[in-house]
C-alpha cells in the first residue's frame, strides 16, 4: 500500500512536471495580443497567359503585432517554389526582375506593397492554369512572428 501510493506520487508529479514544461516551450507570437495582426489587404494572384507555369501575387501587408518583423518566405501548395520577388530598372531602362535577398522588412505600424511592376510573390513551377476565383492558400513566415497562412484569390481580369 505504501509503495502503491509512492508510486502514484511520483506519477503525478511527473505529470505535473510535463504540463509546466509544455506550457512554458510554447512560445507566444505577437500575433496573440488581443487584436494585434499583420493585415492582407487586396490580395489577388495572376499569370500572364492561361499556358503559363508561373503566376503573380500582389498585396499590401502591414504589420500592426506590436513589433518589428520581416517577411523571409513564402510558401504555397499551388507550385514548386514561392519567392520574394521584385523589378528593378538597370541603367539603361531595361525592367528586370530578380529574387529579394534577406527579406522584406516591416517595422511595426508601417506596410509594404507588392505591386505589379515592383515587389511581388513569384509562383514558378504551375501544374495547372489558374482558374477565375479559385482560392490558394499561401503561407507568409515571418522572422519574429513565424508562419501565417492566408488565402489569396486568383483574379485574372486585375
Known amino acids: ?9 511520483i506519477v503525478v508529479l511527473f505529470a ?8 512554458v516551450s510554447v512560445k507566444m ?3 496573440d495580443k488581443g487584436d494585434a495582426a499583420f493585415a492582407v489587404e487586396e490580395p489577388y494572384l495572376r499569370s500572364s497567359l492561361p ?26 501548395t499551388l507550385s514548386g517554389q514561392v519567392s520574394l520577388h521584385r523589378h ?16 522584406v ?9 507588392f505591386v505589379r511592376g515592383g515587389d511581388h510573390l513569384m509562383f514558378t513551377g504551375l501544374d495547372a492554369p489558374l482558374e477565375q476565383g479559385q482560392m490558394v492558400p499561401v503561407t507568409l513566415v515571418f522572422e519574429a512572428a513565424g508562419e501565417i497562412q492566408i488565402m489569396v484569390p486568383v483574379d485574372l481580369t486585375r
Open 51 to 76: 499556358t503559363s507555369t508561373s503566376a503573380a501575387a500582389f498585396l499590401v501587408l502591414r504589420n500592426m503585432t506590436g513589433e518589428d518583423d520581416r517577411l523571409i518566405a513564402v510558401r504555397s
Open 1 to 9: 500500500m505504501k509503495n502503491q501510493k509512492a508510486t502514484m506520487g
Open 29 to 31: 507570437s505577437p500575433l
Open 16 to 23: 505535473l512536471v510535463a504540463v509546466v514544461m509544455t506550457a
Open 105 to 113: 522588412a516591416l517595422p511595426d505600424g508601417d506596410s509594404h506593397a
Open 88 to 103: 528593378t530598372e538597370d541603367a539603361n531602362g531595361v525592367m528586370r526582375m530578380s529574387e529579394i535577398e534577406g527579406g
